[in-house]
Nanobody, 121 residues
């Protein structure tokens, strides 16, 4: 089994910054990708940013230029630096990891429990 634990959420004023962290542990031979998703009340969960084992990143258009994903898949950690936060960024942020248990190229997906980010004055 694999566990993902997020931290770093909280309440911040518009224009402020937060950094989210996610650490994966358990039976992990290799992490192929990690990412951040978010879900606002009454809305579907949406992709925020992802990073692959090779370092390739991708972002939702709504966060480009404001959010930066980084991490070390070899260490099973990922971060999301969020700058210039807006009220519409308010959501529960979830970490997702795609891992292999062994050399066998079979991937397994896991989600963290989520961390609340609230942007409000």
């Amino acid at each position: 089994q694999v566990q993902l634990v997020e931290s770093g959420g909280g309440l911040v004023q518009p224009g402020g910054s937060l950094t989210l962290s996610c650490a994966a542990s358990g039976t992990i031979y290799m992490t192929n990708a990690m990412g951040w998703y978010r879900q606002a009340p009454g809305k579907e969960r949406e992709l925020v940013a992802t990073i692959t084992r090779g370092g390739t990143t991708a972002y939702a258009d709504s966060v480009k230029g404001r959010f930066t994903i980084s991490g070390d898949t070899a260490k099973n950690t990922v971060y999301l630096q969020m700058n210039n936060l807006k009220p519409e960024d308010t959501a529960v942020y979830y970490c997702k990891g795609r891992v292999q248990y062994s050399l066998l190229p079979v991937e397994h997906e896991y989600w963290g429990q989520g961390t609340q980010v609230t942007v409000s004055s």
